[in-house]
């Protein structure tokens, strides 16, 4: 189905940019110019990419034996 007529962005390509990395609106832009010309297609766009790295990405698990060079401030 087409998401971004003006550019003819299909959920297919959407998906398969999330497969490849893609996880933000500003990515789709600039990787396959969803939302470059008119811009109503844009709230659809990124419902599409939110449900993609839903379906496709699986949250990271952090064991407690992983170390971390991270810093967590704790408010
Ligand atoms: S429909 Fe996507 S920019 Fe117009």
New binding site residues.
Partial sequence: MY?????G?TDSQIEQAVRNGCRSVRELKKNLA?????????SH?RDVLHESIHAHCRPIEIRPSDSLDIEVCYT
């Fill in positions: 998401v971004c007529l003006c550019k962005v969803v939302g470059s010309q008119c811009g109503r297609c844009t766009a």
